[in-house]
Nanobody, 126 residues
Framework: QVQLVESGGGLVQPGGSLRLSCAAS????????VGWFRQAPGKDREGVSC????????YYADSVKGRFTISRDNAKSTVYLQIDSLKPEDTAVYSC???????????????????WGQGTQVTVSS
């Protein structure tokens, strides 16, 4: 069993930055990929970024390219999501998700992932 715990959310002004963390425990060394998703009130869950831990490749939704950066710290079993130039439309609950199965997959599709964290709220407002 893999456990994921997100942290780093909060209230930030437009133009500000946040770094979200996703700490993995359990069989974290077996993970193939970790994705970040967000869901705003009344909207569908959206995949914003993913890191393929085996291939060391990163992926971003067009809506966040250039502002979001995903990275990892193997020693800490943690994946980060750096969010810069925050906009009010970035307000959402951000969750990380982990995938075990290797091979091609649709990183932005939530059903491709096996484990989920509880989420962390990001609110962008002046």
């Amino acid at each position: 069993q893999v456990q994921l715990v997100e942290s780093g959310g909060g209230l930030v002004q437009p133009g500000g930055s946040l770094r979200l963390s996703c700490a993995a425990s359990g069989f974290s060394s077996d993970l193939y990929a970790v994705g970040w998703f967000r869901q705003a009130p009344g909207k569908d869950r959206e995949g914003v970024s993913c890191i393929n831990l085996a291939l060391d490749k990163t992926y971003y939704a067009d809506s966040v390219k250039g502002r979001f950066t995903i990275s990892r710290d193997n020693a800490k079993s943690t994946v980060y999501l750096q969010i810069d130039s925050l906009k009010p439309e970035d307000t959402a609950v951000y969750s990380c998700a982990a995938r075990l199965k290797a091979g091609p997959f649709l990183w932005g599709l939530h059903i491709e992932y096996d484990y989920w964290g509880q989420g962390t709220q990001v609110t962008v407002s002046s």
